[in-house]
């Protein structure tokens, strides 16, 4: 359950959609999440998603689960410069949790 | 709504200080944790504690790290005989409510080596 993968960098024009994906490894995980820490600050749950879900839709947030490529992804409708920080993504089993390394997302104006 | 909060929000020592780190997790929530990140690296599992005792740890959290709830609200983690690479950013984060798995992070401890 240690191996959470995510690209590292992504950029996107103000307005457009951005897309952030994860591959994990764990089967087991009983929830999957995404944070989002803005720099200098703490990690804020954005939205999570149960194992047995397909997607999950939260206002400008979609969570989209392929449990069997075991693939997460978050997509961001209608970026703004606010949402520029880092996005991680985080899978839950028992009673430990294991991140990613984090995207980086840049919003230009 | 209510919030995990650490104290301090920034910590400088020398090496081979005993630092503790406080956390006053969300107030009906059982479980809670502590995560590092070294900067520009991922957030690490550190330990995990329920119901008075550690419940999991990682290989990070060797004999210099302790965790202790010493009352009803604190939950520290002290590290014994600092060493440069354990600066980085203290995370708590506690679990509890609707969602049982949800953790809910504080806005973390700097903590500096020298």
């Known amino acids: 359950g240690e191996d959470v993968e995510q690209s590292l960098f992504l950029s996107v024009r103000e307005g457009d959609s951005s897309v952030i994906n994860c591959t994990y490894t764990d089967s087991s995980s009983t929830y999957l999440y995404w944070y989002k820490q803005e720099p200098g600050a703490g990690l804020q749950l954005l939205t999570y998603?149960?194992?047995?879900?397909d997607m999950k839709q939260d206002q400008r947030l979609t969570v989209l689960l392929n449990k069997k490529d075991k693939h997460l992804s978050l997509r961001i409708a209608d970026t703004q410069t606010g949402d520029s920080a880092i996005y991680f993504c985080?899978?839950?089993?028992?009673?430990?949790?294991?991140f990613g390394t984090g995207t980086s997302l840049t919003v230009i104006p | 709504e209510p919030e995990v909060t650490q104290t301090p929000s920034h910590q400088v020592t020398q090496m081979g200080q005993e630092v503790i780190l406080r956390c006053v997790p969300i107030?009906?929530?059982?479980?809670f944790y502590w995560y590092r990140q070294i900067l520009g690296q991922k957030v690490e599992f550190l330990v995990s504690f329920y119901n008075n005792e550690i419940s999991e740890k990682s290989e990070i959290f060797d004999d210099q790290f302790s965790v202790e709830r010493p009352d009803g609200s604190n939950f520290t983690l002290k590290i014994r005989s600092t060493k440069l690479e354990d600066s980085a950013m203290y995370f708590c984060?506690?679990?509890?409510?609707?969602?049982?798995?949800?953790?809910?992070f504080g806005p973390g401890t700097r903590l500096l080596v020298l």
């Open positions: 984060a506690s679990v509890g409510g609707g969602v049982r798995e949800t953790q809910y």
């Open positions: 107030s009906n929530h059982l479980y």
């Open positions: 998603i149960f194992s047995n879900m």
């Open positions: 985080a899978e839950g089993y028992g009673n430990q949790f294991y």
